[in-house]
């Protein structure tokens, strides 16, 4: 059950920071231990050839940590309202880079 929500989450966080882009989301994505596995070959690789991999371990660590915020607390303390939701918050964020 968990496991479905968070693949759900990730679906729609995909889903909502490629719309703004005006691209579709990914159709397919690899599991995280798979890709671990194949950018530590890959970075050892280069290593032993003397050159540096443009992807490396601690990318994939980076991408893929588990970070949970809850913003009651600041809500709450400084009666902060949120003014966007997902959506409307990616698409201002990408509009604005844009320009």
Known sequence: MFLTAISMLS???S???????????????????????MVGL?????RLVGRKSHIRRDTIEKY???IAVDSSLIQKELGFVPQYDLRA???ETIREMQE
């Open 11 to 13: 679906k729609e966080l």
């Open 64 to 66: 893929t940590e588990d």
């Open 15 to 37: 889903l909502q920071s490629a719309r703004p882009l005006g691209r579709n989301p990914p159709r397919f994505s690899v599991p995280v231990g798979p890709a671990r596995f």
């Open 89 to 91: 918050g990616w698409e």
């Open 42 to 46: 890959m970075e050892d690789t280069f």
